[in-house]
């Protein structure tokens, strides 16, 4: 009798130890799920304010892109001074003496880029569109040299083969 009491006493203990435990545990991760729901909330916040500079700043950048884009174009060095910031290194490096030549590098890129239109044109009308339609020629497809292989000798000839040597 006095053992069955015991054991009884015994279970009566582990029971309660578990319960005690169990609500221990699931306090701790109550606790834990709040301070993770604090946490992704504070992340949250953080993200959209970083998002919100970035934006501002995106924003102010292409404002300057597109008064320096005017100033060019309007061959006005005044104002593409204003654009970049008299203190800039591009405003230290381009006087008013130097500013017919970025005029000259300015037009240039305007040419190349009509030009480039004018190819893509072409190419969507023969119906060339698309990942494969861009396609550099040679054993690489435009990717670069395969790992491993180096030149080993250029060729003399004026071909395009050369010596390749694995590493």
């Known amino acids: 009798m006095k053992q069955n009491k015991i054991i009884s006493l015994g279970a009566v203990a582990i029971a309660l130890i578990a319960v005690i435990g169990m609500a221990g545990a699931s306090y701790a991760a109550s606790a834990v799920s709040q301070d993770n729901t604090v946490v992704k909330a504070a992340i949250t916040d953080e993200m959209r304010s970083s998002k919100k500079e970035m934006d501002a700043k995106r924003a102010e950048m292409e404002t300057k892109m597109k008064a320096i884009e005017s100033a060019l174009a309007a061959n006005d060095y005044n104002a593409w001074v204003t654009a970049v910031g008299a203190d800039s290194d591009e405003a230290k490096k381009v006087t008013a003496d130097k500013f017919s030549l970025l005029i000259q ?49 250029a060729p003399s000839d004026g071909s395009q083969n050369a010596t390749v040597q694995s590493k």
């Open 105 to 153: 590098a300015y037009n240039l890129e305007q040419e190349a880029k009509a030009k480039f239109d004018q190819a893509k044109q072409i190419r969507e009308n023969l119906g060339l569109t698309g990942p494969e339609s861009g396609k550099k020629f040679g054993p690489h497809k435009g990717r670069g040299p395969v790992r491993g292989l180096k030149l080993e000798q």
